[in-house]
């Protein structure tokens, strides 16, 4: 069965502070998605990233990071230099790649950005 | 494109009805999947649809139902409500890729149910 952990719930951060959310993940799969989307307080989840299970390459999107280690199970997500609207919840996300969209979900991790 | 629509955006019922909420996704998309989102139990697939046959089912009862349509467009269906099944339903739409497979999600604003 697959299973994302996202043990942060809450994290409080000063802006301009760079902050760092953990995902864990574990599935039987070899090929596989993993997923961040940002819910803000309006509640539609807004897609953010998705990684194939073969490429570890980190990637970086303006003040966004990501660093996937597939020798660790991790997927973490880091924000540079916060901002006051990045204040959401984070899911990070998991999802087979057989084409039928079964995403299994982490908990999130609620960030709130204080100016 | 517009994005993927959700209707009624916030809805009231009482234990022992039935609803039904209704999901249009993004124009192209032919997969559609539907989440349950509680503070309990956070985000929970329910199921997905492709060309209008249910392809993949979460652990939910039978009281959970849906469909598709020709046109993608999707609704699910909860009878006999109870106190539990007040939360935010999701719907999420995927385009196919290259490989003919369903790729990744984007979301709708969601259903706010409550359950009295």
């Known amino acids: 069965a697959q299973k994302v952990t996202q043990a942060q719930t809450e994290i409080s951060v000063v802006e301009k502070e760079d902050v760092t959310l953990d995902c864990v993940y574990e599935?039987?799969?070899?090929?596989?998605?993993l997923f961040w989307y940002k819910q803000p307080p309006s509640g539609e989840l807004v897609f953010l990233i998705r990684r194939n299970s073969f490429d570890e390459q980190n990637e970086i999107s303006g003040r966004y990071s990501w660093n996937f280690q597939k020798s660790t199970s991790s997927f973490n997500f880091t924000i540079t230099a916060s901002q006051v609207v990045d204040s959401a919840v984070y899911f990070c996300a998991l999802s087979e790649a057989g084409g039928y969209q079964k995403v299994t979900f982490g908990t999130g991790t609620k960030l709130q950005v204080i100016p | 494109k517009a994005g993927v629509t959700q209707t009624p955006r916030y809805l009231i019922k009482t234990r022992g009805q039935q609803v039904t909420l209704s999901c249009s996704p993004i124009?192209?998309?032919?997969?559609v999947s539907w989440y349950q989102q509680t503070p309990g139990q956070g985000l929970q697939f329910l199921f997905e649809y492709f060309s209008e046959t249910q392809r993949n089912k979460g652990n939910f009862p039978g009281r959970f139902s849906g469909r598709q349509f020709s046109n993608s467009r999707s609704e699910m269906n909860v009878s006999t409500l109870e106190l539990g099944d007040s939360a935010l339903y999701l719907c999420?739409?995927?385009?196919?890729?290259?490989?003919?497979?369903?790729?990744?999600?984007?979301f709708g604003p969601g259903t706010r149910l409550t359950v009295l």
């Open positions: 999420a739409s995927s385009p196919l890729n290259l490989a003919g497979v369903a790729d990744t999600q984007y």
């Open positions: 124009s192209g998309h032919r997969s």
């Open positions: 599935t039987r799969d070899t090929t596989y998605y």
